[in-house]
């Protein structure tokens, strides 16, 4: 091994450690003119880490979706992949030709025509002008932007840039593809044929690093996902897991997510349980377990699995009659989901004073995409109205799903 640089793995392509881009903010343009002139004095801008320490090793032909709400550095990140941007501090290696569609007009000069810019672009990644000679004529033909090729680019639509750009991007065989947020751009058929031409490009094993806000086209391209939050990686790995916890995230917030969730995250066990002490109310829920198919106390579950739930309550008042066990539900963002109950299943629940248990057990597991969940438990009159204890947020759940449907419920089918 030589001696200068760092190692990298074989099959490791882009190579990013400790990566951060600070920008200088000023409170006012004469806060910034008064540092330029006077450098000798107290500095008068913040830094703002629009990345702040991130790493991460990507392999050769992974497809790598990066998400993250607006202004989270996404675009920092892809353009000092690319070398359009310099870090401040922390290096990125990059083991190959890279083609990018980056946030439109960067990586092309306005002044110059189309085809120069081509060339440039070319150049850039490593080929030699005769290499881009043959490539030329399919890049014009897949743009299909007609004359415009020959004028400066400064006179082009977004959308016929954008054709240009991607006509590049897809035609120069790069090891690596960057595609920022540029798939809304152009006609439907122009999207249909770079749709096509990048599929077959990640099945041959180019690999590519795709941002969008377009949640579901992440889990349909990539195998591995990175949520960027405000500088930081917030979450890597699998991209239903990184996704879904995305989501849950844009539907509840960080704070909410944290302070109510992950601390009702443990699994209660029967020795958690209080004592039985009498009250003079009617009953009371003391306890809600969710069992796998195997028997063991979770809050984490396939969508597809069988789960038993059990609902334990102590009963003050013998003296009720048919009384009524509901459970729900719901969405962290507190859609409801689900909400069933013995009345309208027509059962009977146990009602003997001191402690009492009753379960239900969803056969098909609970079928609804991935993403946490919370349930509601009561215990009702004979008219399921009124609520002797309900008790919100029970419990927590969170449930993993493989991509094989949209949205918050997977219907049982069969196509035909
Ligand atoms: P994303 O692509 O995730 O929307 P960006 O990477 O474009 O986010 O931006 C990350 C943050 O850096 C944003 O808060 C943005 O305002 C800030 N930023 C980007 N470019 C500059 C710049 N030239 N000067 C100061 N701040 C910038
Ligand atoms: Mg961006």
Redesign the pocket.
Known sequence: MCCSGVYMEQDIIISIKNLS?A???YNSPKDRLKEALFPFLKPRHTD?Y??NNVSLNIKKGETIGII??????????L?IITGVLTPTSGEVKVNGKIAALL?LGAGFNPEMTGIENVYMNGIIMGYTEEEMDKRIDKIIEFADIGEYVYQPVKMYSSGMFARLAFAVAINVEPDILIV?EALSVGDMRFQIKCMDHMKKMMDSGTTVLF?THDINAVRRFCSRAVW?NE?SFTKEGDVNMVADAYLDYLKLGEFAFEENVEQNEHTDSDKDLPAFVHSDTIADIVGFHIYNQHGSLTNDIMYDEPVTIEVIYDVFDENIESPVLGIALRSIDHDYICGINTLLDKVEIPWKYGRNRFHVKFIHGILATGGKYYFDAALFDKTATVSFPYKAMVSFVTVSSSYVGEGRYIIPHKWS
């Open positions: 881009k920008y200088k903010l703002y629009a990345l993250g709400k607006n202004g989270s550095g996404k675009s920092t990140l353009k946030e920022d941002v960027i500088g």
